[in-house]
């Protein structure tokens, strides 16, 4: 058998797998082709609609959050198309890296990490020429920014451009509305807020992207055709063999997110990152982001000077069996720690963060200057901001 240490895992993804989705992975593998998995894919995909604010078709991949970022831009480049993607971290970075690798011309419109969007931007692009796409992250973890991507969706809508968003660390844990924001494709992945293993690849798609996907002349892709995966859809089943006991535990994550209420489980999210904000900057440590573009699954700061990142993520890990990560980016290394606040977590996990992080602090030598100022700033937040009630609905993953 297998031993695995046992620690609290707090990165900002994968995310700590809640009981009764763990149970349910473990359960016997079934015919992927037979009636009884159908229906389990045919409630998964109904169940994910409202979290990504859509009416139209989620489609599931075997495959991580990347493997979605590619299967959209395959799904929709012809040779030599134009795409502008926002770049405002190390996930925007890698898609102008997908990109690049299947002959797009990739402009990139440049922000700065950690900073606001400006749509206007965007919109000024679009007036000098036409784009294929605008491609943007949604919620960027490596800065702990979560962007406005109604304000980009109001300006690419009425363009011929498609608008293509990774909201690998967004959905389910901060606000995804789709259609109502003009997103034509949208990509998540299992392991961050719909507290999965990780395995499961997402992407929902408009009618407008639809209609590029169904052009000829497309760039060669063949597991991930959202053309083959849409024909199997309409039989309740993928193209090929699915991870079987994956789809267990998401149908279990989604009738947990039901149960607690989809508007509750993002005011769970904002509530807990907003907390989580007020204690690390009570401890001395900047938000690596504006404030006010804080996003609630991902808390990036600013390693404090004479300080190594490194070493704080080391002896969280070491010293307090706390897993947080360090920077996502060269550019970052030693200067970042981020902390998840997806997933079925709630108050004793920041308040146990924080401790944890106060005592690395102060055995690494910068002791802080109000003993437990990180945990009182949380508490105040945490007490000024009412909890939202919880339904009468199972909690368990049981179908309510
Ligand atoms: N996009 C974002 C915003 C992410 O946070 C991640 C993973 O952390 C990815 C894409 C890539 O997902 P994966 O590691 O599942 O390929």
Known sequence: MLTIPDYRLRLPGPTAVPEPIRQATALPVLNHRGAEFRAMLAECHQRLKPIFGTAHDVLTFAGSGTAMMEAALANILSPGDAVLVVVAGQFGERFVAIAK?????????????????????????LRQRAYRAVVMVHNESSTGVAYDVAAVGAVVRDTPALLIVDSVSGLAGVEMKMDAWGADIVVSASQKSLMCPPGLGLAAISAKAWQAIGRDGRMPCFFADFRRARASLDKDGTSFTPPVTLVYGLLVALRMIDAEGLANVLARHDRLASALRAGVQALGLALYNQPSTSSATVTAMKVPAGLDGGAIVRHMRERYRTVIAGARHPSQTGKVIRIGTMGMIGEADIITDLRHLEATLNDLGRPAEVPHAGVRAALDVLAARAQAPRTNKAADGEPS
């Open 101 to 125: 690798a299947f002959g797009a011309e990739v402009h990139a419109l440049d922000v700065e990490w950690g900073g606001a969007l400006d749509a206007d931007r965007v919109a000024a692009r």
